[in-house]
């Protein structure tokens, strides 16, 4: 049972416009979201958080989007470069454990 | 240079034949991962560990060891490896009070290859 999903295996995106990544939870317990990217051959690299008191939180070109009565939050990147080419990894965790679930990740390409 | 170390970052080996992949991190975090990477399941969380001598299954335990005896090093131990368990394994570590919840640092991953 995949606890968290992201239903779209890829994404291509012009570059200057905007990536929107989405991801799907089902367990109404996850309190704290967060988005690593991962480029071949390395390991996955932090990018942002979300805790679930929130709807949004921005690092820069980063926004991260929740909707909690949905169960759905979304990865927006602008402007795309082609420098974030890459899998896109939402996780999910709640309180009172240290366990993390990952979705099967998103590869995004943007387009020069 | 602060960063997490596994070794080795390549490894084939036969059914049956114990091994032990090594993790490190220099960054005096108390919690510590392990995961692995399947092509179309993601990144499922092995072990994890809040603190040392502290350890709990995640997700895919099944065939699967850690040990923390140590706050820098969180080994996995496959005592009989079987061919299902080839995948490319991540550890990770993480500092926010031993809660792990926060940003997670990944090494570089480890491609195990089991025949």
């Known amino acids: 049972d995949q606890q968290v999903k992201q239903n779209s295996p890829s994404l291509s995106v012009q570059e200057g416009r905007i990536s929107i990544l989405n991801c799907d939870y089902t367990?109404?317990?996850?309190?704290?979201f967060l988005w690593y990217k991962k480029y071949p051959a390395e390991g996955p690299t932090f990018l942002i958080s979300?805790?679930?008191?929130?709807d949004k939180n921005e690092d820069g070109r980063f926004t991260v989007f929740l909707n909690k009565s949905a169960k759905h939050l979304s990865l927006h990147i602008v402007p795309s470069q082609p420098g974030d080419s890459a899998v896109y990894f939402c996780?999910?965790?709640?309180?009172?454990?240290?366990?993390?679930?990952f979705g099967t990740g998103t590869r995004l390409k943007v387009l020069a | 240079e602060a960063q997490v170390t596994q070794n080795p970052r390549y490894l084939i080996t036969v059914t049956g034949k114990k091994l032990t992949v090594t993790c490190s991190q220099n960054?005096?975090?108390?919690?510590m991962s392990w995961y692995r990477q399947d092509p179309g399941l993601g990144l499922r969380q092995i072990y994890y560990?809040?603190?040392?001598?502290?350890?709990d299954k995640g997700d895919v335990p099944e065939g699967y060891k850690v040990s923390r005896k140590e706050k820098r090093n969180f080994p996995l131990i496959l005592e009989s490896p079987s061919p299902n368990q080839t995948s490319l394994y991540f550890c990770?570590?993480?500092?926010?009070?031993?809660?792990?919840?926060?940003?997670?640092?990944f090494g570089p991953g480890t491609r195990l290859t089991v025949t």
């Open positions: 990770a570590s993480s500092g926010e009070g031993g809660q792990g919840r926060g940003e997670q640092y």
């Open positions: 367990n109404s317990m996850f309190d704290y």
């Open positions: 979300i805790s679930s008191i929130k």
């Open positions: 996780a999910a965790s709640y309180s009172g454990t240290y366990k993390y679930i």
């Open positions: 960054m005096n975090h108390e919690y």
């Open positions: 560990s809040m603190n040392v001598e502290v350890t």
